[in-house]
């Protein structure tokens, strides 16, 4: 599977951005896809899950309510909708796949996913 994100940009808090993944490759066994992001001098996190074949979506503490992550399987697209966003969202994002189906204690565990995007920059200023 082939990830490529795009959509980055700079924004002042409280405005909005729109992250892309342009999926392609054999994805018949792609059972969840993610957002994960890595601030300067910090681990990289899981940002939000979804399921690929169903309605579940798992999000971080930090951005429920205001993220939204979604799945165009048919255009093999995956989006993160981000609104309302802090200085504290600043990072380089990055969009991910996974075989195995997410789940509360496991989605954000980066080890669960073998394929990575390159990442896009998001900077939010105050």
């Known amino acids: 599977v082939q990830l490529v994100e795009s959509g980055g940009g700079s924004v002042q808090a409280g405005g909005s951005l729109r992250l892309s993944c342009d999926v392609s490759g054999d994805t018949s066994l792609t059972n969840s896809m993610a957002w994960f992001r890595q601030a300067p001098g910090k681990e990289r996190e899981g940002v939000a899950s979804?399921?690929?074949?169903?309605?579940?979506?798992l999000y971080a503490d930090s951005v429920k309510g205001r993220f939204t992550i979604s799945i165009n399987s048919a255009r093999n697209l995956l989006t993160l909708q981000m609104n309302n966003l802090k200085p504290e969202d600043t990072a380089m994002y990055y969009c991910?796949?996974?075989?195995?189906?997410?789940?509360?204690?496991?989605?954000?565990?980066?080890?669960?996913?073998?394929?990575w995007g390159q990442g896009t920059q998001v900077t939010v200023s105050s």
């Open positions: 991910a796949s996974s075989r195995f189906v997410p789940y509360d204690d496991d989605w954000f565990i980066e080890g669960q996913y073998n394929g």
């Open positions: 979804t399921y690929t074949r169903g309605r579940k979506s």
